[in-house]
């Protein structure tokens, strides 16, 4: 059974930091990249960063670059988002998902199964 699922999330004060959790479970083997995207209220769903399973790849938005940094742990089949210098823009909810194809693309449609999300709220 594919499963993602998202920890980590909370309230920090802006200027802060937070690192998010993905588990994957399933059939990682079939897998080729997982991303971090989130959607505040009223808002698209956004692509913030992905990186390639079990490999080196990485690719970040505009938005987030220097700020946001994305990382895995191979043995645990976990891929973290640590996000630094949060500010009450990037309040939102926050998911993972994980793509088959290799467009390597931070658009959502790329995408074939998803997390539930976990809530990041950022305070001034």
């Known amino acids: 059974q594919v499963q993602l699922k998202e920890s980590g999330g909370g309230s920090v004060l802006a200027g802060g930091s937070l690192t998010l959790s993905c588990s994957y479970s399933g059939q990682p083997i079939k897998w080729s990249y997982i991303g971090w995207f989130r959607q505040a209220p009223e808002k698209e769903r956004e692509g913030l960063a992905l990186?390639?399973?079990?490999?080196?790849?990485?690719r970040y938005a505009d938005s987030v670059k220097g700020r946001f940094i994305i990382s895995q742990d191979n043995v645990d089949d976990k891929i973290f988002l640590t996000m630094n210098n949060l500010q009450p823009e990037d309040t939102a909810t926050y998911y993972c998902?994980?793509?088959?194809?290799?467009?390597?693309?931070?658009?959502?449609?790329?995408?074939?199964?998803w997390g539930q999300g976990t809530q990041v709220t950022v305070s001034s």
């Open positions: 990186v390639v399973i079990r490999g080196t790849y990485k």
């Open positions: 998902a994980a793509a088959r194809n290799t467009d390597y693309s931070l658009r959502d449609v790329a995408y074939d199964y």
